[in-house]
């Protein structure tokens, strides 16, 4: 844009006009209706905070966030740090966050997978594959989640009791008591191990970067799989052997009337968790179709035209082509499961909505409690909407 | 391709020969989409064994094993005796034919129950003129202000002879209606407002919008829930109380009003800017403008995807179940709290959730078959 390619007239800007004060005048006009929107808006919330001062006042309820390191005197189920009902408001609080973004967080990575198998199924040449992928997003779809929610969760507590619980697979039972999975006692070793891991994907990604940079250079392909393959699995295996490969399953069984050992889900957590995947995979897997019907049949013939294998085509020109599409909806889609996740109230699971409404009514404090809820969710909001919106951003079409 | 030709005798007649039997029919039908290679055919088998077995399964649970009602004693309890001895085998619809008009009409006075009945009708008979593209002009604003006081009268009563109901005693499917509804009609309005306001040029109303369109969204709607049930009252001057009913139905319109206005938005960002320039260049102030132009032309654009959002404020009313308001979901489960019906929750969400269903598949196969018409010039 150097000046020389711009018509100089068009750099010309507009003669100033002096304002009038007058109804004619456009500007006069824009600032009469801010200020008038501006000023109605502003004393409603005026007249709404004085009236809620003075109520304050009236009814004696204390203001302020001091109670949060007060003792809460709140059981509570299950927490991912360790939590007495003699601990603060604070750390109540802060375990029902932990708890929302547990069933957040498991829950957006199984939706992702759920939804994507759906939506792929549902464009299979096979019929039937196809029509019942349909007919699941359909029927998911039309229910309200809440209803959905409420089904799995009497579904759940119609299990049978630890006595007779069932038993799918070895090791695992599911009883009214919720699951019951084998877990591994962990050790130091395991810790080491998932390290060795994350290190071996950094080393990967950095390996696959520096790939595509030589063949950028020379045109050469490099193959980036078999170091692939040792770094994300060798290193960790190798990690682990060094350290003595301890590997003790804690294996669930039946003591009395319930279970020791191995790892529980609870009911509620169990039910709020296929609640919310299933929902949600009924939206993504919309939006997976849609992606991938974006992508234009020419571009499949010309990929093939060119002799890339059906892998290849799928991930160099059909895969990004089609995140551009898929990406912008599915934020949203992840946006809505962590604000479902507030619906965990309704069946007793203790997320953040649960521990702030039991606070508001021990203290009283209403107005903060309604607050937290909010500001929670306004952070994980804005924090998802943010990490998506640079996703999108790096991998959005570059135009020239 | 040379062979062929080369090798095809001549056709005495020119009588067009049917192709052969592998290629069209139900045998090729088959063959292409069932059987088409080792992989279709035996995820085909494996699936179509599941679906028998399911069905057979649900046939066995829903109708044959089922009970469909249970006797009462004189003291007017269920003897659910017989249904607890199927353990899951059967259904037990004894307490949907029980409970069910408790489930629709809630606690709303026994004999007045063809009221609330005839402002469900109403309502279905409102979507449905309002889905005709014949009404879609200004005549529609008169029906629906005609009917939704007509829905009013009929549910308070209290003139014309008929008997006031409080409303605290209304309760079922007219409740979840009345929510969705009159939050749309609310909402629709405001959202146009905002919409408008988020495109407009003026730095303090565009703020204002924006604010508010994406504080709402950034929270979910039980929180609005909550702070409609619990904080409302200290907002209001002493003394001053609304019903619990009208505060939710406020939180849903708020709700609903950010969620339309970012779809009336897309409406209006759809539209070609020649025609805002165009209306201007005819002298049109703002308001002819917006009016006359461009809503006219950005709400057509934008009705599928309001169906698709009305759909979803139509499931949403449910939560209303959290701050204990008596819609459909809440009667069903209040339902089957007492002791004698304790257990059936299965039997009940699948009778609650097939009306949601129903209303929801109309509205979403209404919405899709006019996507597909109003695209219909685009695809040639």
Known sequence: MSDATVDPRFRRKPPKRPIRLSWADERIRGIVWQVLVVGIIGSIIWWLWSNTVHNLEVRRIATGFGFLNREAGLPIAESLISYEPTDTYFRALLVGVLNTLKVAVVGIVLATFLGTAIGIARLSKNFLVAKIAGFYVEVIRDLPLLLQLLFWYTIMQGLPGPRQALKPVEGVFLSNRGFKVPALVWEPAHTAALIACIAGIVLTWLYARSARAKQMADGQPRKVWPAAVALILGLPVLTWQVMGAPWEIDWPALRGFNFRGGMSISPEYAALLIGLVTYTAGFIAEVVRAGILSVNLGQWEAAQALGLRHGQVLRLIVLPQALRVIIPPMTSNYLNLTKNSSLAVAIGYQDIVSIANTTLNQTGQAIEGIAIIMLVYLTISLSISLFMNWYNAKIALVER | ?380
């Open chain 2, 1 to 380: 391709m040379s062979d062929i030709t080369a090798n095809t005798p001549a056709m005495s007649s020119s009588e067009p020969r049917s192709a052969p039997l592998t290629a069209v029919g139900p045998i090729a039908w088959l063959r292409t989409n069932l059987f088409s290679g080792w992989l279709s055919t035996a995820v085909t088998l494996a699936l179509g064994y599941l679906i028998v077995r399911a069905v057979i399964g649900f046939v066995d649970w829903a109708f044959i094993n089922a009970i469909w009602s249970v006797p009462v004693s004189p003291t007017g309890v269920a003897q659910t005796q017989a249904c607890r001895d199927l353990q899951g085998s059967g259904a037990c619809w004894a307490v949907v034919t029980e409970k069910h008009r408790f489930m629709l009409f809630g606690t709303y006075p026994y004999e007045q129950h063809w009221r609330p009945a005839i402002v469900c009708l109403l309502f279905i008979g409102l979507y449905i003129v309002s889905s005709m593209r014949r009404f879609w002009n200004w005549t529609l604003i008169p029906i629906w202000i005609g009917t939704l006081t007509t829905i009013g009268i009929l549910m308070w009563g209290g003139i014309l002879g008929l008997p006031y109901v409080p409303q605290e005693r209304w309760g079922g499917l007219p409740i979840t209606l009345i929510l969705a509804t009159f939050g749309l009609a609310l909402a629709f309005p405001l959202s146009i407002l905002v919409a408008l306001g988020r495109r407009s040029n003026l730095p303090a109303i565009k703020v204002l919008c924006v604010l508010y369109v994406e504080l709402i969204r950034g929270v979910p709607l039980i929180s609005l829930l909550f702070m409609a049930s619990v904080m409302f009252p200290l907002f209001l001057p002493e003394g001053m109380n609304i019903d619990k009913l009208l505060r939710a139905q406020i939180a849903i319109t708020l709700f609903a009003g950010a969620y339309l206005a970012e779809v009336v938005r897309g409406g209006l960002q759809a539209l070609p800017k020649g025609q805002y320039e165009a209306a201007e260049a005819m002298g049109l102030s703002y308001w002819q403008k917006t009016g006359l132009i461009i809503l006219p032309q950005a709400l057509r654009l934008v009705i599928p995807p309001l169906v698709n959002t009305f759909i979803g404020f139509f499931k949403d009313t449910s939560l209303v179940l959290i701050i204990g308001i008596f819609d459909l979901l809440t009667a069903g489960k209040t339902a089957i709290v007492e002791p004698s019906w304790q257990g059936f929750g299965v039997e009940v969400y699948v009778f609650v959730g097939l009306i949601y269903l129903c209303f929801c598949f109309a509205m979403s196969k209404y919405s899709q078959g006019l996507e597909a018409e109003l695209n219909r010039h685009r695809r040639r």
